[in-house]
């Protein structure tokens, strides 16, 4: 077995269709918010697998759900009930404002599946014609062909059209721009309440409200891409609550599993109940093993006090990072909520990650140049001050 790192990354790329470029090092292990190359690099990981590490790397709960739950029964057909898929659906559906919850795989199945449902529930209620959705410049949802379509990168890859029909887009806080292609063919809005790959803009509570008022006049139904911005990332059990604005659906994945492969759909039940038998399914959604960890999760950021010190910390880290600004003539801008936040800065967004990770700090890039941190949410003050530390250092350098 090749043990040198150059090696085992060159051997890997001649075997992976490309879809990503290659980092210079490769991962070995985790421990909470840190990580370990196979050389025996630590790094503060602010990466989180883009916001996936939810409660940090090697979880002990998750660690013992899944070899309890790992040895007992890890899937059956989905047609069948279990105990973990009940109970997984019974945390996540009291703890918001939704009826019933669709299990599936991933953040991109998840937004299939709303795209299925509105499209059935407006043909339904509304009319033949009503297939019409409004999507928000510099999205993400997702890579399959429904996502794909409402995700604005689209326009740049014409080379894997035709994409989905009738996707109609706006401005994100402009809500005239979404008035003005709303017509009576418009089946649903889609909106990420932080664009995550659009460069960590938030939506003002004002704008989603608009939306939530024109949805209501005008019979539509409202989707929230909560996929990067749930499960705690903003401090809120669900996004929605960080703004007050209740959406009629509403996509999970990365943090629901903190790693583990699992998503899904939530509905209001009169949207949701347009689907019935026969019109969508999976076979590996909702198995015994992914709602055993995505129970095991939830119960672990609904333990009191976890959702404050998200809080907490992320007020912390704004303002540390602030402060940085301010000290240096680097940072053009901060913006996000919680713990999802970016930084967008006078150093090339490539050299930056590189020289960051050099220095002991593991991020992403957002959008065109924006440097995203999504820490595990078990982060402290202490571990945020530590990454404030290492980007001042490494900003310095860029001089």
């Known amino acids: ?57 090697a979880p002990k709960a998750v660690l013992k759900t899944l070899n309890e739950q790992g040895a007992k029964m890890i899937t059956t057909q989905t047609s069948y009930a279990t105990l973990p898929k009940l109970e997984a659906s019974k945390i996540i559906i009291e703890n918001g404002c939704f009826d019933q ?30 297939h019409e959705i409004i999507a928000f410049r510099k999205s993400f949802h997702g890579r399959t062909y429904g996502s794909a379509s409402i995700t604005e990168k689209s326009h740049s890859q014409p080379f894997f059209g035709p994409y989905i029909p009738g ?12 008035k003005d292609v709303v017509s009576d063919k418009t089946c649903a809005i889609i909106v990420e309440p932080v664009q995550g790959e659009g460069g960590l803009m938030p939506a003002t509570t004002e704008f989603l409200q608009g939306l939530r008022d024109l949805c209501d006049k005008n019979d539509i139904a409202l989707i929230f891409d909560e996929i990067q911005t749930g499960m705690g990332r903003l401090g809120y ?35 949701g109940s347009s689907i019935v038998v026969g019109t969508h399914g999976t076979t590996y959604g909702g198995n015994p093993l992914a709602c055993a960890v995505a129970a095991t999760v939830m119960k672990e950021i609904l333990k009191p006090g976890f959702l404050e010190n998200v809080r907490k910390t992320g007020e912390f880290f704004m303002e540390g990072l602030k402060k940085l600004k ?41 959008g065109d140049a924006t440097y995203r941190m999504s820490p595990p949410l078990i982060v402290n003050e202490q571990q945020a001050q530590e990454a404030i530390n290492i980007l001042a250092k490494t900003l310095k350098e860029a001089e």
């Open 101 to 130: 919850v669709y299990w599936c795989n991933s953040g991109t199945e998840a937004i299939e599946a709303a795209l299925k449902t509105v499209r059935k529930w407006a043909y339904d209620n509304k009319s033949k014609d009503a």
């Open 326 to 366: 301010r000290d240096s003539n680097k940072i053009t801008d901060i913006r996000g909520k919680g713990l999802l936040i970016g930084l967008d800065t006078t150093v090339d967004i490539k050299k930056l990650l590189k020289n960051a990770q050099s220095n002991g700090l593991l991020a992403t890039q957002a």
């Open 237 to 271: 059990f669900n996004a929605y609550e960080a703004f007050g604005v209740e959406p009629d659906i509403a996509t999970h994945a990365k943090g629901l599993g903190s790693g583990f492969p699992v998503g899904a759909m939530l509905a209001k039940r009169r949207i």
């Open 1 to 57: 077995m090749t043990q040198n790192a150059k090696d085992i990354i060159a051997e890997t790329e001649k075997l992976l269709i490309n879809t990503y470029n290659a980092q210079p090092v490769v991962m070995d292990r985790g421990e909470g918010v840190y990580a370990w190359d196979t050389d025996g690099k630590k790094y503060l990981d602010f990466a989180a697998g883009i916001a996936v590490a939810s409660l940090g790397h």
């Open 167 to 178: 996707i109609k887009w706006a401005k994100l806080n402009d809500l005239q721009s979404v």
